[in-house]
């Protein structure tokens, strides 16, 4: 995975599959210091042809995207120290 120029931010948001409006209390830096983030996964990943549409390559796609969100939040951990914790919160609605 290469990544050029992201914030903390955009990197969480992708890892954990996440919208910003979820996350509270992050420190204002994680919005505006800017990283580039490169690994390499222990074995590698078969390469998916982009032309073949089939059910089976966007669940092979799928598993794809979720190995490499757990590897972003394996650097997050190890970088940054940082776990996410579900909260569930009451908010007002207007109608």
Do not use: C
């Amino acid at each position: 995975m290469r990544a050029r120029n992201v914030t903390t931010l955009q990197a969480v948001l992708f890892a954990w599959g996440i919208a910003d409006h979820q996350l509270v209390g992050i420190p204002a830096w994680v919005r505006s210091e800017r990283f580039e983030i490169n690994f390499t996964p222990a074995e590698a990943e078969t390469p998916i042809s982009d032309s073949d549409l089939s059910s089976k390559t966007q669940a092979a796609r799928n598993d794809r995207w979720f190995r490499q969100r757990q590897r972003l939040q394996a650097v997050l951990r190890d970088r940054f120290d940082l776990l996410l914790h579900p909260e569930t919160k009451e908010l007002p609605v207007y109608g």
